[in-house]
C-alpha cells in the first residue's frame, strides 16, 4: 500500500513558477510508476505525465516543456515543477500511483494562477 500527500499548492500569478510536492510512504514506492494529474472546475480529471521508477518521464502536449516531473526514491517524494503558468492551469492537482491495484491517490493540493 501507498500512502500519498501532496503540497506546495498556492495562488500565484500567471507567468510565474511553482513547485508542488507528493510525500509517499509504504515499502512499493521504489518499484512504482508515479503520475501527476489534474482536475480544473467543471471538468474532467486529466493526467499530465508520469514519471518511472528509473526517473524516465513522459508529458501529455499541453504541459510539455512547461512543467517537469521528477523523483527521489531516497527522500520518496514526486515532484511537479510548474513553470509559465497560465491561468489555464488552475486546478487541483494530485499525485498518483500508476499500475497498481488499486490506484493510489494523494488528497490534492489547490493551484490558482491569477491573470
Known amino acids: 500500500q501507498v500512502r500519498l500527500m501532496e503540497s506546495g499548492g498556492d495562488v500565484v500569478q500567471a507567468g510565474g513558477s511553482l513547485r508542488l510536492s507528493c510525500a509517499a510512504s509504504?515499502?512499493?514506492?521504489?518499484?512504482?510508476?508515479m503520475g501527476w494529474s489534474r482536475q480544473a472546475p467543471g471538468k474532467q480529471r486529466e493526467l499530465l505525465g508520469l514519471v518511472t521508477s528509473g526517473g524516465s518521464t513522459t508529458y501529455v502536449d499541453t504541459i510539455k516543456g512547461r512543467f517537469t516531473l521528477s523523483r527521489d526514491n531516497g527522500k520518496r517524494i514526486v515532484y511537479l515543477q510548474m513553470n509559465n503558468v497560465e491561468p489555464n492551469d488552475t486546478a487541483v492537482y494530485y499525485c498518483?500511483?500508476?499500475?497498481?491495484?488499486?490506484?493510489?491517490w494523494g488528497q490534492g493540493t489547490q493551484v490558482t494562477v491569477s491573470a
Open positions: 509504504g515499502s512499493t514506492f521504489d518499484s512504482v510508476a
Open positions: 498518483h500511483t500508476l499500475g497498481t491495484t488499486p490506484v493510489f
